[in-house]
């Protein structure tokens, strides 16, 4: 089992940064892929970032290229996402996910079916 919990989310007006945290804990931490997620009130929940294991690769969708920034610390089990430039449309429930192996190459890691482990979310609002 691997225990995920996302914290850094809040209101912040459209312009403005955040930086989200997903600490983990229960198996190695390195060992995993971490995926963000979002899901804003009645759409489906959407792939924002991913990373490697070592944190060498990722992957962001279009939406947020250019202004977040997905990373990781194996030393602290924990991922983050850096929100800079934020949208009204940004405003969403951000989820982060583990899974050892969701096939980044084959476009496995934008799949939410993909992902064993999912944190309980944070509330992201961007006042326009």
């Known amino acids: 089992q691997v225990h995920l919990v996302e914290s850094g989310g809040g209101l912040v007006q459209a312009g403005g940064s955040l930086r989200l945290s997903c600490a983990a804990s229960?198996?190695?931490?390195?060992?995993?892929?971490m995926g963000w997620f979002r899901q804003a009130p009645g759409k489906e929940r959407e792939f924002v970032a991913a990373?490697?294991?070592?944190?060498?690769?990722?992957i962001y969708a279009d939406s947020v290229k250019g202004r977040f920034t997905i990373s990781r610390d194996n030393a602290k089990n924990t991922v983050y996402l850096q929100m800079n430039s934020l949208k009204p449309e940004d405003m969403a429930v951000y989820y982060c996910?583990?899974?050892?192996?969701?096939?980044?190459?084959?476009?496995?890691?934008?799949?939410?079916?993909?992902?064993?482990?999912w944190g309980q979310g944070t509330q992201v609002t961007v006042s326009s």
């Open positions: 990373i490697t294991w070592s944190g060498r690769n990722t």
């Open positions: 229960g198996r190695t931490f390195s060992n995993y892929v």
């Open positions: 996910a583990a899974d050892p192996d969701p096939d980044w190459t084959s476009g496995g890691v934008y799949v939410t079916s993909t992902y064993e482990y």
